[in-house]
């Protein structure tokens, strides 16, 4: 489902995000009303801003990635 930039831009305002930080959450498949809900409020100082949430998962996706990238170059010189 594609959302409304009207969507994306209160996700933007509400989260303050940048652009940069909208373009990685949309690459990562993330949605708007993920983004606004995983806003920390104040009882929950354990929790990162969306910013911060998002380069998290983005870095762990990467690093997963290269992980099995790794894995299958090995694997092609074991056999």
Known sequence: ???????????KK?????NEDIKIAKE???NPKSLIK??????????APVSVWIREIQE???RKSLL????????????
């Open 38 to 47: 995983n806003i920390p409020n104040k009882n929950q100082q354990w929790k």
């Open 14 to 18: 509400k989260c303050r995000l940048n």
């Open 68 to 79: 099995k990238q790794k894995r299958k170059e090995s694997d092609k010189t074991e056999v």
């Open 1 to 11: 489902m594609a959302y409304s930039d009207a969507l994306w831009q209160e996700a």
């Open 28 to 30: 990562l498949g993330l």
């Open 60 to 62: 762990e996706r990467q």
